[in-house]
């Protein structure tokens, strides 16, 4: 069996510890091996799944895919007050994900807020509000 089918049984059955120590092992950010560079992406995504949000924070000062894996993850677990101290020390990344958090908790006050208070002149910030405020369009 190859280390990656190793690593997927491992990931199927639960078992997140040997699925990142046999996908780490094989992982480079921004590697021009593209097996290496989605390896990467696999280990950063093992990591948040695992909730070893502490090792992802540590990667996301020099690496942008766990900084991004970070983010979202805080996103998926409503984590807000971690989202907004990141966005708070520039994160835009994390800047959108709290916002988004608010808009889908429908604090859509809240979310036009702290974009004015954080980034008041940043537009993609503002249109994310946008779309939770217009109601989608159906399609004839």
Do not use: K
């Not at 078992?15 to 992406?41: F, K, M, P, Q, W």
């Not at 695992?50 to 000062?61: F, Q, T, V």
């Not at 709290?98 to 208070?117: K, P, Y």
């Not at 008041?120 to 910030?125: G, R």
């Amino acid at each position: 069996m190859e280390w990656f089918e190793r690593a997927r049984t491992a990931e199927q059955a639960g078992d997140g510890e040997t699925a990142i120590t046999l996908v780490s092992a094989r992982a480079a950010c921004c590697s021009a091996d593209y097996c290496a560079h989605d390896n990467h992406l696999w280990h950063m995504d093992l990591l948040a799944r695992a909730g070893r949000l502490s090792e992802l924070s540590g990667l996301a000062r020099t690496d942008v895919h766990a900084r991004r894996r970070l983010n979202r993850s805080l996103l998926e677990r409503g984590m807000e007050t971690m989202l907004r101290g990141r966005a708070e020390d520039g994160d835009r990344d994390a800047l959108y994900c709290l916002v988004r958090l608010l808009c889908e908790t429908r604090r859509i006050e809240q979310a036009r807020q702290t974009v004015a208070e954080l980034a008041p002149e940043n537009q993609y910030a503002q249109e994310i509000i946008v779309g939770f405020e217009t109601p989608p369009s159906r399609a004839q």
